[in-house]
């Protein structure tokens, strides 16, 4: 079963606007994970947020969680057609084998 | 060539047929995984693997086989495939670092390989 859940499952924007998805989760983790996936290629990983922060940003990215809602959102600013892939959310549970679990994933068009 | 690799990047076989994919990094990365990934499923865990000669199954791992005789080598063997196991697999690797009392664990993923069970 996956852990995490992305909304929306598309997302369809032009070049200059910002995109914001979001991720929900089940359990308690230690850190939530963005990676990003363009067509054909492996997942690279993009930005890592710990379960004691609430917000964090890396260039255009922010990405800010919500334990008590056991929900995440990653916004990129200002988006490019080079943008365009999927992203998806990722969680690393407490305990275990330090598990990282994917969600399904969102789809982004970035139309120039 | 750095990283990790995967090969082949495509490959097409029959109904029971066996078919080995293989998998090379160069980080000397301690734990490798095998994922699948289908349409409507996102990222699915079919085996991982914290060291040499150290496996465990994932959430998908029937009609799989891993080893791993060596750190650099995760190879994935379908030992008779069936239409099912069309998947586009990817294989990834980590090296969990400690940070303020917890690992954190990022992954690095090959260009995965299309896999097509006619």
């Known amino acids: 079963s996956q852990q995490g859940e992305e909304d929306p499952q598309a997302l369809s924007i032009q070049e200059g606007e910002n995109a914001t998805m979001n991720c929900s989760y089940k359990t308690s983790i230690n850190n939530l994970q963005w990676y990003r996936q363009n067509s054909g290629r492996g997942l690279v990983h993009l930005i890592l947020?710990?379960?004691?922060?609430r917000e964090k940003h890396s260039g255009r990215l922010r990405v800010t969680l919500d334990t008590s809602k056991k929900s995440s959102s990653l916004l990129i600013t200002a988006s490019r057609a080079a943008d365009t892939a999927s992203y998806f959310c990722a969680t690393e549970n407490s305990g275990g084998y330090q598990k990282v679990t994917f969600g399904t994933g969102t789809k982004l068009q970035v139309i120039p | 060539d750095a990283g990790i690799t995967q090969s082949p990047r495509y490959k097409i076989t029959e109904t029971g047929r066996q078919v080995t994919l293989m998998c090379h990094q160069t980080?000397?990365?301690?734990?490798m995984f095998w994922y699948r990934q289908d349409l409507g499923h996102g990222l699915r865990l079919i085996y991982y693997s914290a060291a040499a000669d150290i496996t465990d199954k994932g959430e998908v791992s029937d009609g799989y086989v891993v080893s791993r005789s060596k750190t650099e080598n995760f190879p994935l063997t379908l030992e008779s495939a069936t239409r099912s196991q069309t998947s586009v697999y990817f294989c990834a690797s980590s090296e969990p670092r400690s940070e303020w009392r917890e690992y954190i664990n990022i992954q690095y993923f090959g260009a995965g390989t299309r896999l097509s069970v006619l």
């Open positions: 980080w000397s990365h301690s734990y």
């Open positions: 947020i710990r379960s004691n922060e």
